[in-house]
């Protein structure tokens, strides 16, 4: 890992004042001028843990070379060249620069276009450049600039606190410590050398909880803290289903390719054929085997996607989360702008005994105004529902909000007396209360069961009628009270609830159908209450087929819930830990998930799905986390999304069934022909230009369409799928290999040229033209190809009939057929893939059967 610049400050660096700060740092209130900034970054380069500098153009492609293939074939091309068979290695040499240049440019091409939509959506930071605030992207944050933060953001490098108002931050990542810890600006006793003793500092990727604050940058890059650090704290993302299933289809190509070359290595040597060129023809059979070209085809499939993606307002970060998407079988999501509107209203505001009361509102509208904390849409509703002057109040203190405790606290002077004011779930206010407010201003009244009781019946009304609620207490402080934490919070007063009303969304009803028809279990996972959460399902007609709440979720051990989540689909009063449990319940049982979050603690649970989703409007931690951004909040355009990664998904599964069907039954039976023919069957050269042609037709395959059916349910790249699906339709492309051989040897009386030549066009036809009933599961008449691919096919295969008859040709050895042998080929032609047809339907219905067995 590169090391930081010496310019950078060193460790505790917080230590020293800033009355004598680094010079390279020093900055005026105004911050730095665009100028200083451009020369800062060149000077300290881009604020990243490592040097992601994008290798050069030349050297990306040469890398293109360490394929031990592409290595095997140059090697192969060398001896050539030493044993004076020059038309050998100009045509390997060839070959080889074209296919590698086709796989480059393809790869570079859906690269540019994928990093440039990630660009669209990344975390941005809000600095004062030239005496302006100006949102830049974290990674031209440079040492000395002045940032901005406040509740939900990253903190984007490590800096000295200039300002500060309650401004607390987690910093998990690098301490460990569980709970936020507060910091303020000043200078530090030089004991205080530890992070977790910086009380004035802040560290990149930690994450801003409640409050403001002004920093200044010291250190970006891999001179931060967590840069220090980063090959510890960076874990790779685990594989997805489809890359793991890639990773076993290759494998077993790779065994197939060692087994078939060796057989011919060993038949060869039996039969005392010279030893160069059975070694090339076996080199040249493995490259015809591998399926060199998966790797670009499922980079630009899934480039295309993220581009098409993004027409539908659905921008991916992570391109292997295309397929996971259009995997997705269950999706976790908060109900709050998802299935409601998140225009939230002030309904009511009442007492204990649920009348109206003006002195909850007041105490609401205190505890929203003075809070430093992320503003919640209730927070929102509350400020926005009437103005309340508070010019006789002074802040004092603060407890934000954690989901722990759920609820925060605020602790205010008005001169004559000192209050504490909290506000939170209903549940957890009520449990801290020892008195609730009477009526007409009277002195607070105990709680006994009869008040508790009925303060229970106000809260559960409220919420059979889909109120959200909150739970307003308070209690008084002596007037030297400095400081509120949370043993502050008991012996409160109750004083009542403010209820909130969200509707459902008009749309959110016809979206859930959409995903219930594709094969999508939706599952609503809430800090709301069960009673308020089933009224919005009764709305929306989703029905509840099982709840439970966070209570009894802690009571479970994993292997319990893991049985219960299968059959609930409320999960309601949660916790982000418990979520977490929940999404990792169901990937145990076998289940795809998605997670739709936009909250600071949503994080966790975003990593932990197999596709985290987040929305435009939400917090930078949570940006950060998701695979894919909504640009907008609808579960619309989530289906358009899901449906973009099924086609991208339909159109890697034909390259990979092309693969293993008409194609690895041609080299099959190359293998096989090596028994019974005292010479090649084809030349190492004219194998190389057949896998090269055939690869050549494959590339429009991202642009084709995929048949509505195919769209209709999620699936997994499904390895018996795939070799049951090469056993059927392997076997019959052989079977007309070997029909060739019938028809060259005894019909044709074929030489050993034309032999060749025969068979180069018969099988460069078959497995070209087979795309036209492998792509599809129904009638290929009825589901039209992308007119790009159909042109590139047929032309490949009218390119492979022609090219015997060329000076081309000879160079390969070809010799042109006879006319009555292109009569026979394309009554073959015709025969081969009505043949295909016809087990392929075969395949589908026996393959439909098991899966519904199954079921």
Sequence with gaps: MPSAPESQESQSW?????????????????????????????????????????????????????NPLIILLLGASVISALTGEMTNFLIITVMVLFSVTLDFVQEHRAG???????????VRALVIRDGKQVPIAVTEVVPGDLVLLSAGDMIPADGRVLEARDFFVKQALLTGEPYPVEKHPGELAASASDIQEASNAVFMGTTVISGSARIRIVNTGVGTAIGAIADTLTHLAPPSSFEIGT??????????????????????????????????????????????????VVSVTLSRGAMLMAKKKVIVKRLASIQNLGSMDVLCTDKTGTLTEAKIKLEQHVDPQGQPSERVLELAYLNSYFETGLKSPLDEAILNHENIDVSSWKKIDEVPFDFERRRVSVLLDQGVKRMLVVKGAPEEIIGLCTHSEAQANAAPLLLDKDALAKIHEVHVALEKEGFRVLGIAWRDVPLDHPHAVVGDETALVFAGFAAFLDPPKESAGTALAALKDSGITVKIVTGDSELV????????????IGVLTGKEIEQMDDSALRIRVENTNLFCRVNPAQKNRVILALKARGHVVGYLGDGVNDAPSLHSADVGLSVDSAVDVAKEAADMILLDHDLHVLHDGVLEGRRTFGNIMKYIMMGTSSNFGNMFSMAGAALFLPFL???????????????????????????????????????SFIRNFMLVIGPISSLFDFLTFYVM????????KLFQTG?????????????????????????????ILAATS??????????????????????????????????????YLCMVQLAKRGFYRWYEKRELLKT
């Design 681 to 719: 069957p084809m030349l190492p050269t004219q194998i190389l230009l057949n896998n090269f042609l055939y690869d050549f037709s494959e590339v429009p395959i991202p642009l084709d369409q995929v048949d509505p059916e195919e769209l209709r349910l999620p699936r997994v790249l499904d390895m």
């Design 533 to 544: 959460t089933q009224h919005v399902c009764v709305q929306l007609k989703l029905e509840v």
């Design 745 to 752: 040897l005894k019909v044709l009386q074929a030489d050993e």
């Design 759 to 787: 068979w180069f066009v018969e099988s460069l036809c078959t497995q070209v033209l087979v795309i036209f009933i492998i792509r599809t599961r129904g009638n290929p008449f009825k589901s039209r190809p992308h007119p």
């Design 794 to 831: 047929i032309a490949i295969a009218a390119i492979g009939a022609l090219l015997p008859f060329t000076p081309l040709g000879s160079y390969f050895g070809f010799t042109p057929p006879p006319a009555k042998f292109y009569l026979i080929l394309a009554g073959m032609v015709v025969i």
């Design 112 to 122: 540019k276009a994928a990093a440039s939509l990630r660009q669209s959506v990344s």
């Design 247 to 296: 990773h076993r289809f290759g494998m077993l190509i790779m065994r197939l390719t060692i087994l078939l070359v060796l057989f011919v290595l060993f038949v060869n040597a039996l039969m005392h054929k010279p030893w160069l060129e059975s070694f090339m023809f076996a080199v040249a059979l493995a490259v015809g085997l591998t399926p060199e070209l998966l790797p670009m």
């Design 14 to 66: 917080w230590l020293q004042p800033l009355t004598e700060p680094n010079a390279a740092l020093a900055t005026d209130a105004a911050g730095l001028s665009a100028e200083e900034a451009r020369a800062r970054l060149a000077k300290f380069g881009p604020n990243l843990f490592r040097d992601h500098q994008e290798q050069a153009l030349w050297l990306q492609f040469l890398i293109r070379f360490k």
